[in-house]
């Protein structure tokens, strides 16, 4: 532990590695961006504007201008929204005078406070069309804040925010309706958590849950004056609380929103258009899969976009066996496919309507990496890449409004990212933005070797991706023990050419491997990549099995390919989804994994929540085999290596409970077994002082002492 303490600590204390990010906001106009930014000697951030093209700064909003009125307080800002027309600025600041929202007039320099009252929170589409108004909300309820006048219109009145919600709100094209979703929680069961305070006379707040197979939250779609008045609600045929919302939008027009609703199992999409006035709905877009259609909101690369006077609208879709974009007509007759056919669209990019192009991320050959094409919006042609072949990895863009320029970071899991400004579609860099290179320099002398990606062949055509650090002292004569990071589920890949490779844990798995240890990482079927629909949907029906075959199998693989790799000493970790899998490795695989330190798993899938699991595996009703095979519970006995549970007695996401559950289950059993409870601490495990450096010491404890380092 006394090699590898510092470089955790480094790692997780001190900071020492932490990469800088840029952000900025680019202009309507495209000529240039803002930036809010402290320079040398300075006290407090102003908003500095960039030209685009040349780079020349000027001061948008000068820190000698944010004195407060009749004080000599200077706000400090936390982050700005600027309005459509750029003449004003929505600055959250630090609180002063009774207020920490201030709005700034450019041309007269004035500064005056949001007078809306206590509690009244604005989002980044706060500014009206017009920039005269505010979109805000208090509690559960929306509002209009009137600048002119400092006049706050309720526009919802639902006293019982515990269990009604009014949000995913947005001005119409004229500013004149807002169009939100109303979320009624009420039949959703609640739950006790615990509530830090007196030691004795412990305290409970209750919370609501979506369990599988219960009640979902209900939900419908309003539209209501600017002026308020009553709500005009848009009537579904469905019944309430059996479906989910992707996304609601204005069609281009004022009359009408776009409703992008999605069955509660997400195996139905309807993409549906709602004229507020007249109370018609029709349908422009449907589609049906026996697993789902949609696989999780947070994991879908896009809603829908508007295009050709809103005639036309831009749309995701997999029914090919790929996921591609398509430009799907208002009623629905037409669909044509704009991206490449036999392969996946990773990501929407930006649409240049104005020159006919439409700009994505994709990697054909390679799952692992990230790049920017684009393809013709009518179809034709054959994308291209724009991204240079000589800059390997992974790629984000930040996209000026005429597509002409981007922010572009670039990271490899070896190299921190950088981010310069390039024109496109030549991808010509400008200037650079931000380099890392005081943080590059002192991770260089701990990227000794570089990380290994490779492709592992376990048969029945299925190649998985996997990546594997070596020790600094790495001799291919000898045979090293091997720690597994897995996560294995539909929500993230670990296997990533980027900076964050290995879900953010990428220094900590090369400190861990310079003690003598190769450290490994497997993307098995039903990962996100970009592999096609089939790889994707391979695991619905059960999470668990598949995983836990396929990353034993690659395992075994990967010692076939390297001799160094010694299968008498395996270790593996995960978190979330990655602590069931490694539950599972080790109840299902004895003969493969000798220790396990699994952090906030799901070992009863039963009790998780209905939003996520359910895409998947269904209710345990419809699918009791599915549910049985995927809870590591059921297969607790097998179980004969090290086994260290790691949870937080706050768990919202992964309860306490759940785990408890099993907890019980190898007591019963007579296993031995380690558990850790982190007290009031979340599924991150990172509120407290402290906490997240401990738990990080912990499993790098518990791998050395039950899994000792070194070659042999």
């Not at 943080?439 to 996997?466: C, H, N, S, W, Y």
């Not at 003969?591 to 345990?620: C, L, S």
Request: one cysteine or more.
């Amino acid at each position: 532990m006394s090699q590898v303490e510092p470089r955790i600590k480094a790692i997780y204390e001190t900071d020492e590695f932490r990469m800088r990010s840029f952000n900025a906001t680019w202009l309507p106009d495209s000529s240039g961006y803002l930036k809010l930014e402290t320079t040398d000697g300075e006290s407090g951030p102003e908003i500095a504007h960039y030209d685009a093209a040349s780079g020349k700064r000027s001061v948008v909003v000068a820190r000698e201008k944010l004195l407060v009125p009749d004080t000599n307080q200077r706000l400090r800002i936390h982050r700005f929204v600027c309005s459509p027309t750029v003449k004003r600025f929505l600055l959250h600041t630090d609180e002063v005078g009774g207020s920490d929202r201030w709005l700034y007039e450019v041309e007269s320099g004035d500064l005056f406070p949001v007078k809306a009252g206590d509690g009244v929170g604005f989002e980044a589409n706060a500014f009206s069309p017009d920039g005269e108004r505010l979109l805000g909300s208090r509690g559960a309820d929306l509002l209009v804040y009137d600048i002119a006048s400092s006049q706050v219109t309720p526009l919802t009145q639902d006293s019982d925010s515990d269990a009604i919600n009014n949000g995913s709100a947005s001005w119409s094209p004229d500013g004149k309706w807002i169009a939100y979703v109303q979320s009624d929680s009420s039949a959703v069961p609640k739950r006790a958590v615990l509530v830090p305070g007196d030691p004795t006379y412990r305290t409970f707040q209750e919370t609501r849950f979506g369990r599988i197979g219960g009640p979902i939250p209900t939900l419908r779609i309003g539209v209501v004056g600017v002026n308020g008045g009553p709500t005009r609600w848009i009537e579904l045929a469905d019944e309430a609380g059996t479906f989910y919302l992707n996304s609601l939008s204005w069609a281009g027009r004022s009359d009408e929103v776009v409703i992008d609703k999605l069955s509660r199992g997400r195996d139905a999409r309807e993409v549906m258009l709602a004229n507020h006035r007249t109370d018609a709905i029709t349908k422009a877009y449907a589609a049906t899969d026996p697993a789902w259609v949609v696989s999780w909101v947070d994991m879908e690369p896009g809603g829908l976009e508007w295009i050709r006077g809103s005639k036309t609208f831009v749309i995701f879709s997999e029914r090919d066996g790929w996921r591609r974009a398509y430009v799907v007509s208002r009623d629905g007759a037409s669909q044509t496919p704009i991206t490449a056919a036999g392969s996946d669209l990773i990501a929407p990019g930006q649409i240049d309507e104005k020159n006919g192009w439409y700009y994505y991320y994709a990697s054909p050959t390679n799952a692992t990496q990230r790049y920017l094409y684009r393809s013709r919006l009518d179809g034709t042609g054959t994308p291209k890449r724009l991204t240079p072949p000589d800059q390997p990895g992974s790629h984000k863009y930040v996209f000026s409004p005429d597509s002409r320029w981007a922010f572009h970071t670039w990271s490899t899991f070896d190299q921190p990212p950088v981010t310069d400004l390039v024109e496109l579609p030549e991808h010509r860099s400008v200037r650079m933005l931000e380099d890392n290179a005081a943080a590059a320099a002192r991770i260089k002398p701990l990227i000794v070797r570089p990380t290994e990606f490779l492709q592992l062949d376990i048969g029945d055509g299925v190649v998985m991706d996997a990546w594997m650090i070596k020790p600094r002292e790495f001799d291919p004569a000898k045979k090293y023990p091997v720690f597994v990071f897995v996560y294995g589920e539909p929500a993230d890949q670990t296997v990533l050419d980027d900076w964050r490779g290995g879900q953010g844990f990428s220094l900590f798995h090369r400190a861990v491997a310079d003690l003598g240890y190769l450290v490994v990482s497997i993307d098995n079927r039903g990962t996100p990549g970009p592999k096609g629909a089939a790889w994707r949907r391979s695991v619905y029906g059960s999470l668990g099995p598949l995983s836990t075959d396929e990353q034993a199998a690659g395992l075994k693989t990967l010692a076939r390919l390297c001799p160094f790799v010694d299968l008498s000493r395996v270790g593996i970790w995960g978190w979330s989804g990655g602590g069931s899998n490694t539950l599972n490795a080790l109840f299902r695989k004895p003969d493969t994994y000798h220790v396990g330190i699994a952090v906030v798993p799901k070992p009863q899938a039963q009790y998780y929540n209905a939003e996520y699991q359910e895409i998947f595996m269904r209710t345990p009703k419809e699918n009791p085999e599915g549910y049985r095979t995927g809870s590591a519970i059921n297969y607790a006995e097998g179980l004969r290596g090290d086994l260290l549970i790691i949870t937080g007695s706050g768990e919202t996401n992964t309860h306490i409970e759940i785990t408890e559950g099993l907890v019980d289950r190898l007591i019963e059993l007579g296993k031995r077994f380690d558990y850790f409870v982190y007290p009031n601490r979340d599924h991150g495990l990172s509120e407290g002082k402290g906490t997240t450096l401990h738990v990080q010491m912990l499993i790098a404890r518990y791998l050395i002492e039950h899994l000792p380092p070194g070659p042999r």
